[in-house]
Structures are given as C-alpha cells and as structure tokens.
C-alpha cells in the first residue's frame, strides 16, 4: 500500500508545473511543434518527462518531412546515427581502396589496342591476358624470387627483432632507452639515403663470398635485397615485439626457466608463442613491406630473372620499347597482388584469434 | 634432497637492500616458511635460491655443490609461483610435463610420471584440460604437479596460496602438509601470511626490512620472539606493547607499573627505556585471575570496543583518560591502549571501568633501543599489594 502512494505522489511531482526542467521541456515541445496544443504530450510527460519530445508519431507527419523525421529519431537513439556514419566511412574506404582494383580488372581485361576510354566496363572481354602474362614473360619467376625475398627478409626480421625486443622489453640494462632511441632515429632515415654506398658495397668483390655468389660481389642475389631491406623493417618489428614481450609475465619466464630452460628457451617456447599475435603482425608487416618495396628492388638486380629479379621488374617488363602492354601490367599486377591478400586473410583470423583467446589469463 | 644453506646474502638493487646479509640453514627434508611483510626481501631471498637473481654478495649451497652462478634450470630446484604462473598456451598435461619434456625422458616415462604426479595431487581426468578451463585451485594444483613431476630436491613455494580465496586457502594448506609428509622434500615456502607459517612449518624465518630476524620453531618464535618485531608480527592480534623505563623496582610505563627487579632483566640498567609486551590472552580481569600463579598488580582500565569472534571475545582497553581516539591504529602501537581476549561467556561489555591483570610469566621485555629481547617471563613475587601503594605515592 504505502509503496503505491508514493508511486502516484512522485507522478504528480514530474507533472508538476512548479518543476523548473518540466516547464523548460514543455515549452520546448511547443517550439518544435510549432505551437500546437499538446494535450496529448501533457498527460504522456507525466510518466516520462521527456521522452515524447522528438518521437511524437502521432502528429509527426503533420509538421516533418523525412530527413526532419530521421533527425528526430537519430536524436532520440543516437546509435542510429553511428551506425550510418559507420556505414558511411565503410562504403567510402572501400570504394577508394577496391576501385583501383576494380579499374585495373578492367584494363586487365580490355584486348590490347582498346584502352583509350574505359571507364567503368571493359571494351571487349579478353580473359586470355592473365595467360599471357606468364607467356610473354617468365612471370611466376619473377614471383619466385619475389616470394624468397620476402620470406627471407621476414625470418631474419622476426628472429632478430625478438631478440631485440626480449632485451628492450624484458631486460633492464644501461643504455636502454639511448639504445631504442638509436633504432627509432634509424627508422626515421630515408631509405635512398642508403642506397649509393650499398650499391657500391654490393657491387664490390669479396673473396669470401666467391664460392656463394660466383664473382664475389652480392649484386644480382637475393642477399642484396633481403640485407638492407630486412634492416629497413626492423624497427617496426622491434617496436611491435617489445610491447607484446614486455607484457608477458614475469612468472611465466621465471617458470620456465625453473623448469629447465634458459632464457633463450623460455623466449623460444613461452614468450614468442604467447605472443603470437604480435608475431604474426610484424612478418605479416614486414612480408608485405618487403614484397611491394620499390626502390631496392628495382636498383639491386639488372632485372633478370635468373638474378633474382623481383615482381616490379616482371610487372615493368611489359613497357618495351616500342610499345606498352598495359592490358599486360594490369594483368600481372592483379596476379601479384593475390598471393598478399591470401596471406592478409589468413594471417588476419590468426591475429584475431590469438587477441580473443585470452592467452594471458594467469 | 637436499640441505639448502645461504651465506651471507645480500642482494642490493641500484637504491634498496632487499636482502641484507642473511644467513640460514635449511635441514634435509625440512619445512622452512620465511615470512615477513610486504618488501621484507622474503621473495628475493627465495629467488637466489632459485637462481632467478644472483646475489650481490654470499654464497648458496643445495647439498654439498655451491650453487651462487648455476642457471636455475641446473639447480634441482622446482618452484611454485604465487601467481600460478602455469603456461596458458599449453594443457594440463603438457605444463606438468614440460621440465620432463626439456630432459631426455622417453614418452613411456613422460607419461607415467605426469599419472603419478597428476595422482598424488588429485587431477586424475583433467590432463588434457587447458589452464583457463580449470578453477583456482586445480591450477594450483596443477602448478605443484609440475613441480614435484621432476623429483626435485628443494621445493620453492612463493606465496602461493595468496591467490586463492579463504576457504580453499586452508584447505591447500592441509594438502601441501600431506604432500610434504609423503615426498619429504626440502621445502622453502614464503608467505606473508603468519597463519600459514605457524601452521605449515618445522621452523619459521622471519625477515623485515631485509635482515633475518628470527629463525625458529613457530611456538619459538610465539612463545620467545627475538625481538620487538617478531613479537608484533607473529600472533594475531599481535601483542600489547607499552614504552616504560625501568626503575629500582619495576618498570614504570605511561599508565601502570610492574614490579620487578632490575638485576632480573640482562643487559639493561635503572633509567634505561624498555619497552613490556604482553598477548592479548595473557591479560585477564583482575577479579577472574585467582587461579594464575603470579599477576601484575591490577592497572585501572575501561572498556571501549568489544569484538565477539566466536570462540573468544576480544576486549579493546583505554588505560587513560583521555584516550579515545585513534581505535582504528594498530593497538601495538599505542600504549595508552591495551588488546585483551576473553572467553565468549565473560560478563563484560562496553564502557566499563574494570582492573585488569597481566599474567607475569608470560610478560616480555624488550629494550626499547635495539628491540632485541631482554627477557620472557618474570619470576613470581609475593607482594601483588606493593605495587598499588607505590603507584598511589
């Protein structure tokens, strides 16, 4: 009984006009309803002060138009709002990054001689260029090489970088943050800065490497690439795996080591599989940094495919002298592209995977 | 099995002292609980044993072989961390057999290792469960199958009951009991929990502030603490302590006095400051004290707060008169208060003027400057009267 008493006697307080802010959002609702009596309202406020402000559907057709009405109702649920921004930046990032695919597919597909106005469908069908890729040009060579310089840079990135990153994330030592700061301000260098002392170290003769490359010098091998590259893409790998190392526990190490491992082992079978995540985000970085890399790539081989001439130079291949395949480079550009995206995908669920399993929980 | 003996370590960080020159003795097959608060070096300590830190100065001995530069994995030790610490990418049976796993064992063995481990702490069923499927306990568990998996020679247990909740703290308390009675090992346990020291272990170790205190049997250290710190911080509630000077005849504190004579206490003279300790048990009323062989003389006192805890009552006691304040600080550390318990079925209730009596046997005196202890237990005196007249005068 006495809880029904005070129910009604705080009904009548909200529909009190003594009530400043009660006052305040009637006289609000009388503007947007441009003046209408609102008798209705009157006794609805009673139960909820201010919710039929905006979302009057009674008489909401008499003074709003749709897009006044879609206001209304994305005031009132704001998560209406976010959702159709999300959609919004959703549709617009994937338009700017798949249209050029898109494009290129056209061109790609276009018989040669018919590329002067394609705009949004191809002039003709003609599949055969993604053969004729590979008949023009040894081009699944070029993909070989390309993919060893990669892989190559990716595991010494990733072996190098995790020792790295278990000294600075894990170990105190003198010279710590001097020492990081040394290997972000490297990062900071414009790789051609590199490029004129490299080509003159890679273009000498060592003796020690005449069994390895032939002549001696490391021109034409996948060293010449995979050397300064690998050096190129180390900070960010040494950066992504200091955070991840340093936030394993401590426990967990000193366990390991306990049990019978050294330090190099509780990095090897504790530390680098709880943080796989992490892992997997800087080779995956670092793989596609590698593959898609330009300037090394070009300078380093004389474009050979039996000297480990990469993707770029397959791709430019096609622009001979006198005339340019562009149906071709379209082609094989899409083909190249394939190998990163599956690699993206996959390596993707596993970062996902490893970042929802809680791998941490103590 | 081993002995484990430490000599001389300390270990000094760029601004600290964890450990400051400890030395001990752990025997074969011995259940030995360093203990102390939050920072006192316990940890550290353990962790030279281990092998986890390398002392700055003394050396570590497991059995005969000094182990000061060994790796920890060349050690023969196996560690129970308080955080569990099991490997969360691994299931239960490979995070027991993982020691096995890093040493040429034939998986025969492996697995008939990690059964018998796996049986003598109860997770039969549960080996290929992954860590985060298991409740607090069967980690725990889990983490001491990993440890005795290897037979080690000394166990090192690092708190590692603080994560548990209350109720299953004791019980694993019982447990690791049973398993130390069964394997025999060496164990080295750290704890701040005093409860689990007194009931777990041979001999306590208790350590502040980075220096050994007191290494003994728990009653030991109960019944005859070393000194002022090992007396406040064994017991709970910890002991009564009131600063006195000591004088021709007694000791004379802020708000009683206690005869004795000063040819009784070593070490100290008349006019030195010596600080008296008493337990809480060891106060009684005045009026209930008739069967006790020897009293102080009663100390007037009111009664401020009572807390009933079941089997006892404890009594908090404002000696003088304007006390009052500050109940909420550590009774230890203020004389003008005094921490009595009662049993449950005393008359006695709050805001009542009462005299309350220590039991003079069980009084200890510290010297106040050093807190090292002077002396536990005073002899009996015949004269309870003399005690009362001369506080009048």
């Not at chain 2, 986890?52 to 059995?63: A, D, F, H, K």
């Not at chain 2, 990690?114 to 889990?142: I, K, W």
């Not at chain 2, 603080?162 to 069964?182: F, I, Y």
Request: hydrophobic share 45%; glycine share 8%.
């Amino acid at each position: 009984m006495s809880d029904d008493h005070e129910t009604t006697e705080s009904t009548e307080s909200d529909g009190n006009s003594d009530d400043p802010l009660a006052e305040r959002w009637r006289q609000a609702r009388r503007i947007t309803d441009g003046g209408q009596p609102a008798e209705r309202g009157r006794e609805r406020d009673q139960d909820a002060p201010h919710a039929f402000l905006l979302e009057d559907e009674d008489d909401a057709e008499l003074d709003r138009g749709p897009f006044q009405q879609w206001v209304a109702t994305s005031i009132s649920n704001p998560k209406r709002a976010y959702r159709a921004m999300f959609y919004t930046a959703t549709i617009f990032f994937l338009l700017t990054t798949l249209f050029p695919f898109y494009w290129l597919l056209m061109v790609a597909l276009t018989p040669e001689g018919q590329q002067q106005d394609i705009i949004l469908t191809p002039n003709g069908f003609n599949p055969g260029a993604f053969i004729e890729v590979f008949q023009t040009l040894p081009f699944h060579w070029y993909m070989f090489n390309s993919f060893v310089i990669a892989t190559a840079s990716t595991v010494v990135v990733l072996v190098v970088a995790s020792l790295a990153g278990y000294a600075f994330g894990r170990l105190e030592f003198p010279g710590k943050t001097p020492l990081m700061l040394l290997v972000l301000i490297i990062s900071f260098f414009p790789p051609a800065a590199f490029f004129i002392p490299l080509n003159d170290l890679f273009n000498t003769q060592f003796f020690a490497l005449e069994p390895i490359t032939g002549d001696g010098t490391l021109y034409n091998t996948p060293g010449a690439m995979v050397l300064p590259l690998s050096a190129i893409f180390m900070p960010l790998a040494i950066f992504i795996l200091t955070t991840f190392y340093a936030q394993i526990p401590d426990g967990l190490e000193d366990a390991a080591r306990v049990e019978g491992t050294t330090r190099l082992g509780a990095l090897f079978r504790v530390i680098i599989p709880l943080s796989a995540p992490g892992v997997a985000t800087a080779g995956v970085l670092t793989f596609i940094a590698v593959y898609n890399e330009f300037f090394f790539s070009f300078l380093m081989t004389d474009g050979q495919p039996e000297n480990w001439a990469p993707i770029l130079e397959g791709i430019l291949g096609y622009q001979g002298q006198y005339e340019v395949m562009y149906h071709l480079m379209a082609a094989s550009s899409i083909i190249g592209v394939i190998p990163v995206a599956i690699l993206v995908i996959v390596a993707q669920e596993k970062i996902v995977s490893g970042l929802t399993a809680g791998a941490l929980k103590e | 099995m081993a002995r484990v003996r430490l000599e001389h370590i300390t270990k000094r960080y760029e601004d600290v002292t964890a450990v400051d020159d400890v030395s001990l003795e752990v025997a074969d097959g011995e259940f030995v609980t360093f203990v102390g608060p939050s920072g006192c070096g316990k940890s550290t300590t353990m962790e030279t044993v281990a092998g986890l830190t390398r002392p700055s100065e003394g050396n570590v001995y497991i059995g005969d072989d000094e182990v000061t530069n060994l790796a920890p994995k060349d050690r023969g030790v196996a560690m129970v961390f308080q955080n569990i610490a099991l490997f969360p990418h691994m299931d239960v049976f490979e995070n027991i057999s993982f020691g096995l796993r890093l040493r040429t064992y034939d998986d025969e063995e492996i697995r008939r290792r990690v059964e018998q481990a796996a049986d003598v702490v109860q997770l039969e069923g549960m080996l290929d469960r992954m860590p985060d499927e298991l409740s607090g306990g069967q980690r725990q568990r889990v983490a001491i199958a990993r440890a005795i998996v290897r037979n080690p020679d000394v166990f090192l247990m690092d708190e590692p009951l603080a994560n548990l909740d209350a109720k299953l703290r004791v019980h694993m308390r019982t447990e690791l009991q049973r398993l130390h009675r069964e394997l025999g090992t060496t164990i080295i346990y750290v704890t701040h929990d005093q409860a689990e020291a007194m009931t777990m272990s041979d001999r306590i170790a208790v350590l502040n502030e980075g220096r050994l205190q007191q290494i003994a049997p728990p009653l030991t250290c109960y019944n005859e603490p070393a000194n002022r710190f090992v007396a406040g911080f064994i017991g709970s509630p910890s002991m009564n302590f009131a600063d006195g000077e000591l004088v021709a005849d007694g000791l004379e504190t802020d708000n009683f006095r206690v005869d004795l004579d000063p040819g009784e206490v070593p070490g100290v003279t008349v006019g030195d400051a010596v600080t008296l300790g008493v337990r809480p048990e060891d106060v009684h009323i005045a009026s209930a004290a008739g069967d006790l062989p020897a009293v102080t003389a009663p100390i007037e006192a009111r009664t401020d707060v009572l807390e009933p805890m079941g089997d006892e009552v404890f009594v908090y006691l404002l000696l003088a008169e304007e006390a009052g304040r500050s109940m909420a600080e550590d009774p230890a550390t203020a004389s003008d208060q005094l921490l009595m318990s009662v049993t449950p079925d005393t008359e006695v209730h709050e805001e009542q003027d009462l005299e309350v009596v220590l039991d003079r046997s069980k009084l200890h005196l510290f010297d106040s400057a050093s807190g090292e202890a002077l002396r536990h237990g005073l002899v009996e005196r015949s004269e309870p009267e003399s005690g009362e007249t001369s506080k009048a005068g």
